[in-house]
C-alpha cells in the first residue's frame, strides 16, 4: 500500500506539546499497536488559522485572487453519510467499503487556492521555454523553488530512467492538495484530501 502522510499541523502539533500528552498512546483492546491520542488540548481551528495566514504571506497573489471566496461548506444535501445513495444496499455496501477513497470536501476558498496553485505549477513546469523535469531531483527542486514543502513522499516516479512523474503536495498544513503526473500527458489538478489522510489516494479495499 502506498504509505499515508500525516498532515502536517498533525505533526506540528505533536511535536510542540509532547510534554502535554500529545505523544501519549493507548490501545485498541485486540492486541493491535498502539494508537497515538490526540491532546484536546489543541486548538487545530488556530493552528489551521496560522497555516493559511503563512501562505497568505508567501503568496499574496493567490490569496487576493480567492479572498472573496467563502471559507465554510454549504450544506450537505440528500447525503446518507457514505456516499450511497441510501436505497440500494449493495451500492450502500460498496460505498461503506470503499468510504476511506473519498475525498473531504474543500471549501469554496480552498477549491479557489488549489486551482491557482496547480496552474501556478503548470505554468513553471511545463510553460513555454521551460525545461520539464525528468527526473525525481530536478522535480523536487522546482517544486521547492517555487516555494512548496516537499516532504518525503510529496514526489514518486515510474521505472526507468524516462519514467512518469508523480507529485502530490498540500499547499499548506489542512489546505488542499495539488498534484498529478508529468509526461504522457500532463496533468496537475487540485483535490481533497483523502478520508483517511495525505493526498495520495490509498490503495486497496474491503
Known sequence: MTPRRIPAVVLSACALLALAGC????????GADPVPAVSPSVDYAARARAAAARHDQLHPEIAARCADRATSLPQPRGSDGTGGSGTDPEANKYA?????????????KEQCLGRAHAERIRAALTGEGRTVPHTEAELRTALEGLGYAVDPGVVKSGPGQTGTLWFELRIHEGGPCVGGQLHDPVRIE???SYMEGGCWEPRGGH
Open 190 to 192: 487540485t483535490h481533497g
Open 96 to 108: 461503506e467499503n470503499h468510504a476511506f477513497k473519498r475525498e473531504l470536501p474543500d471549501t469554496p
Open 23 to 30: 505523544g501519549t498512546t493507548s490501545t485498541t483492546g485486540d
